[in-house]
């Protein structure tokens, strides 16, 4: 393929060959940065895509020349064709993987094994049961937090992925990286972004300056290192000396890395997303309904993605509201 005329590069050369699918609107926790306290509008069942249509889509992208795909939502195990969708997908010649709030893990081990799944992102932002039942609005600590170990025990790939917000679990960010010690997983800290209906504001934010004061003054700063950067990296990783896991940062706001950016989302709506930031989305769905190619809308939307945040390339842009309350909820973008 010639990658200069591939409809995934954009107009700052950056080419994109990771898609993240939303399955579903639809999660069985509530937490407050992700839905706003009244919910959402959910799409109409008919508007949103079929197994085949995720499949027909995905295949499109993936001759195109994306080569890693990850499964969202919502809650992505709640839809009832799960393991239909992710049959299907597995047959693609990809990386596959998925992010999932762990409480439903226990019913798909198999299927994930099956069908080559190795790479399970766990959101859990707390490991204190009250906190985590004030967050999320459930009382299922417990069950999520067995999932982590019941994946580690079935040698799969784990992720936790822990939002920040100043004042509520900050002070959770040793006790997190501890849990490294002893499992092989990777912990990331995700800055607090701001999206609709998540009363985001700077004073919420917990930077990747002020985690890293928090590691070196607890650990030394002799005692962890700074590991090689992935390609198109988003998580700045770590590692505790003599710790079986890592840990990471994800600095979205406070230290973007949208120059290395590789990334697209698709809504379980059919949108395309060119960047978890913009309001700006393009109808995938209704093109591959009408019997049309897609790929000229691909190619459009990839084509007018911002260098930077969606064009949010300072905190004074972040912080005024006309700029992201036009955006979805975290919930309905999917990650």
């Not at 085949?52 to 020349?65: H, L, S």
């Not at 003599?242 to 979205?252: A, P, Q, V």
Request: hydrophobic share 35%; proline share 2%; with cysteine.
């Amino acid at each position: 393929m010639d990658t200069d005329a591939s409809i995934l590069k954009d107009k700052f050369g950056r080419n994109h060959n990771y898609l993240r699918i939303s399955l579903t609107e639809r999660c069985n926790l509530r937490c407050t940065y992700c839905m706003p306290a009244d919910g959402v509008q959910l799409s109409p069942k008919r508007n949103l895509m079929t197994a085949d249509e995720i499949y027909e889509i995905a295949k499109i992208f993936v001759a195109n020349g994306v080569n890693k795909i990850r499964l969202t939502g919502g809650e992505p195990l709640v839809r009832k064709d799960f393991k239909e969708i992710l049959k299907k997908l597995s047959t693609l010649n990809i990386n596959l993987s998925i992010t999932t709030n762990g409480v439903l893990v226990d019913r798909y081990i198999e299927t994930f094994k099956t069908n080559g799944l190795k790479h399970i992102n766990i959101s859990l932002d707390t490991l204190n049961a009250d906190k985590f039942k004030f967050i999320t609005r459930r009382n299922q600590f417990k069950k999520a937090f067995d999932s982590i170990k019941l994946l580690v025990d079935n040698h799969f790939k784990v992720k936790i992925n822990a939002v920040l917000i100043k004042g509520f679990n900050d002070s959770e960010i040793i006790d997190l990286i501890e849990l490294t010690k002893n499992l092989s997983i990777a912990i990331r800290f995700i800055e607090f972004m701001p999206f609709n209906g998540n009363k985001w504001d700077r004073s919420k934010l917990v930077t990747q300056k002020e985690i890293l004061e928090t590691v070196g003054d607890y650990y030394g700063s002799n005692q962890f290192l700074k590991l090689e950067n992935e390609e198109n990296f988003t998580s700045k990783n770590y590692k505790v000396l003599n710790y079986k896991g890592e840990f990471g940062i994800i600095s979205s706001v406070s230290n973007p890395f949208c120059d290395s950016c590789n990334r697209i989302r698709l809504t379980a709506n059919g949108k395309l997303k060119n960047c978890l930031f913009s309001n700006n989305e393009t109808d995938i769905l209704s093109v591959l309904r009408s019997n049309l190619q897609i790929e000229p809308a691909i190619k459009e939307a990839i084509n007018i993605k911002h260098a930077v945040r969606a064009g949010m390339d300072s905190f004074k842009k972040l912080n005024n509201p006309k700029f992201h309350s036009q955006n979805r909820s975290m919930l309905t973008i999917g990650g």
